[in-house]
């Protein structure tokens, strides 16, 4: 079969609106950072679309050009933000309330977070049981929470002048939700939106929503959402990149680097136990079991598709994986993820690898918002419409056609997303073989 003849982007001009479901800890600071960033106070730190370069043709040829010099995205200048929460706090009273930027680093951006106001959000407390806020929308049924979502976007994109915008979810992990008959397609969905159905969730309104108002959607929870058929076909028809699930911030993102590392190394593994504390809003959400098991099914998939233990069951086949998190208030938002592996070496002698990663999460996942909004609107100039598996690299759990397994090892993720670049940039992809510099 042919390669796929690349598409050539059309470029970014005018104004990007991305719009959040959600306005805390996450977006807030995203939000100021990218405002900190382009007045010149901070720089884009965890960002592969603001510092990131790529490769290309060969090594000895010395061209490695940002990325954002090989294909076109919008600029930080060009960014607008809009969200929804069901607190009434705007951008600047909500990031001081998380706790997560100094107070000096919020005075620098004080004017445009205060500009930033959430609209009312869908929201329904059967789904995130810990928190409660009374700026939601009403109606008679979820399809009129959509058609006002419609109404909020169409809205927002007039009054900002933005040329075209994008979603991504920076919302609360909702209670698992599985597959059913009401999300096998978009006339049963929209059924099942007129009649209430409780299969359908408020993250999968939003979603909805933003397909129809021509917005691509990234999911940045472990939430069902777009990893549905229904919205899936929705993408299709409307032309429209979806990506998801869950941001790859902490604790994964070290299993998606060790991981791979003891597999090409053929050492084995007993155990794998992590746990995490964090105080922010998330941990508070995460402390209802319905929300830890979305969370839960999340990472703990992550080892199992690195490791592949049907084929390595001596090294792999009984591998006890455990994960925990404890909400634990005094941390606030700068959470611990703590792991300890049992591992297995040559002739079987035991060894142990403590990992204790003390990090911060929105800090971690602030870049990660910025570099899917910049790519998913490049993936819909580039006419690139359904499931972005090359956006993995950001996932926990990654979105797959439904034939595949997802690919979880970080430095295949990197490598399909870098030749994607390379494919929408219409270069040469690499392969790493190298043998013509020894011929």
């Not at 959402?225 to 993102?253: C, M, N, S, Y």
């Not at 602030?366 to 100039?381: E, H, K, S, W, Y």
């Amino acid at each position: 079969m042919s390669p796929m003849k690349p598409c050539k982007p059309s470029t970014a001009s005018g104004k990007l609106a991305v719009l959040t479901p959600g306005l805390g800890a996450v977006s807030t600071t995203f939000m100021a950072g990218v405002m900190m960033c382009r007045r010149g106070v901070s720089e884009p730190l965890g960002s592969l679309t603001q510092l990131g370069t790529i490769r290309l043709g060969k090594r000895s040829e010395g061209r490695s050009p940002k990325i954002h010099e090989l294909v076109p995205l919008a600029r930080l200048e060009d960014l607008c933000f809009g969200a929804w929460d069901i607190f009434e706090d705007d951008a600047y009273q909500s990031a001081k309330h998380a706790e997560v930027l100094t107070p000096e680093h919020l005075a620098l951006v004080k004017d445009e977070l205060e500009k930033v106001e959430p609209m009312p959000a869908v929201f329904s407390a059967d789904y995130v049981k810990r928190l409660d806020g009374k700026h939601v929308k009403n109606g008679n049924s979820k399809m009129d929470l959509a058609r006002a979502l419609e109404d909020d976007i169409a809205r927002f994109i007039k009054s900002s002048g933005a040329a075209r915008g994008v979603m991504v979810w920076c919302g609360s992990t909702e209670v698992y939700l599985q597959q059913g008959d009401v999300h096998s397609s978009l006339a049963k969905f929209e059924k099942g939106l007129a009649a209430n159905d409780p299969g359908i969730a408020p993250s999968m309104i939003y979603a909805y929503a933003a397909l129809r108002s021509g917005l691509p959607f990234a999911n940045g929870a472990p939430n069902l959402t777009v990893d549905i058929p229904a919205l899936q076909e929705l993408a299709k028809e409307r032309h429209l990149p979806i990506a998801g699930k869950d941001f790859k911030t902490g604790q994964t993102l070290m299993k998606t680097v060790i991981a791979p590392a003891l597999k090409a190394r053929m050492l084995g593994l007993r155990g794998w136990f992590s746990t995490n504390i964090l105080g922010n809003r998330d941990g508070e959400v995460l402390d209802d079991p319905e929300s830890f098991k979305s969370k839960e099914v999340s990472k703990l998939g992550v080892l199992e598709y690195i490791l592949q233990p049907h084929l390595y069951p001596k090294l792999y086949g009984k591998l006890f994986h455990k994960v925990r998190i404890e909400y634990y208030p005094p941390r606030g938002d700068q959470k611990e993820g703590w792991d300890n592996l049992d591992l297995i070496g040559w002739l079987g002698y035991p060894m142990q690898m403590k990992i204790d990663f003390l990090c911060r999460d929105s800090i971690l996942a602030a870049p990660i918002v910025l570099d899917l909004a910049l790519f998913m609107d490049l993936a819909a100039r580039a006419k690139m419409s359904g499931i972005q598996e090359w956006l993995s690299f950001y996932f926990k759990s990654p979105m797959t056609a439904p034939s595949l397994y997802p690919e979880h090892d970080l430095f295949i993720q990197q490598m399909k997303l870098k030749n994607t670049l390379r494919h929408i940039a219409g270069e040469e992809l690499i392969t790493h073989l190298g043998l013509d510099y020894y011929e």
